[in-house]
T-cell receptor, first 114, second 113 residues
């Protein structure tokens, strides 16, 4: 079946540090891949997406590349800020899925210290 | 920017009672979803809704659950005879069409006592 695995958190970094949050997936065909972010007390917001192999999604300094050969979609940012503290969810929409439902990973909490 | 709004933000209910969670999707969106997140666990798909009918439901979405779009703006999730394990955060989402991302509300935290 389809599933998403994320690295466990919390991830604690100092401001301006480099961020990597690992995400791997299990799916048939060519799923679409997403990163969502949840700030405290808020809903899930789309951060970036990639819909085919080797696509790079980017937004607000965050990047992730769709790697089909390693079934991965790792999230990176070169220099994190305190305001990036949130929970990050990797997700996929299964290939050829009729309802376009999202399948989420368990989330990774990021804490950035000044 | 238009938002998906959910009410209430927190609902406390006695076990065995019925509860209705309300959502107002973005006005020109056509596809609607409910997800839930039990504390400390993954966000899980419950149901998708399009053209006034359920298009897909998960194994979680059993006879205890129902959804309705009673008018042109609201999308509701009803849970009948609530059980303790229904305690979770419930998220509503909507999207405009096939190639557009889902937009989420801030969620309703449901606590069953």
């Amino acid at each position: 079946g389809n599933s998403v695995t994320q690295m466990e958190g919390p991830v604690t970094l100092s401001e301006e540090a480099f961020l990597t949050i690992n995400c791997t997936y299990t799916a048939t065909g060519y799923p679409s891949l997403f990163w969502y972010v949840q700030y405290p007390g808020e809903g899930l917001q789309l951060l970036l997406k990639a819909t085919k192999a080797d696509d790079k999604g980017s937004n607000k300094g965050f990047e992730a590349t769709y790697r089909k050969e390693t079934t991965s979609f790792h999230l990176e940012k070169g220099s994190v800020q305190v305001s990036d503290s949130a929970v990050y969810f990797c997700a996929l929409i299964p290939w050829m899925d009729s309802s376009y439902k999202l399948i989420f990973g368990s989330g990774t909490r990021l804490l950035v210290r000044p | 920017e238009p938002e998906v709004t959910q009410t209430p933000s927190h609902q406390v209910t006695q076990m065995g009672q019925e509860v209705i969670l309300r959502c107002v999707p973005i006005s020109n969106h056509l596809y609607f979803y409910w997800y839930r997140q039990i504390l400390g666990q993954k966000v899980e798909f419950l149901v998708s809704f399009y053209n006034n009918e359920i298009s897909e439901k998960s194994e979680i979405f059993d006879d205890q659950f129902s959804v309705e779009r009673p008018d042109g703006s609201n999308f509701t999730l009803k849970i009948r005879s609530t059980k303790l394990e229904a305690s979770a955060m419930y998220f509503c989402a909507s999207r405009k069409d096939r190639d557009q991302p889902q937009h989420f509300g801030d969620g309703t935290r449901l606590s069953i006592l």
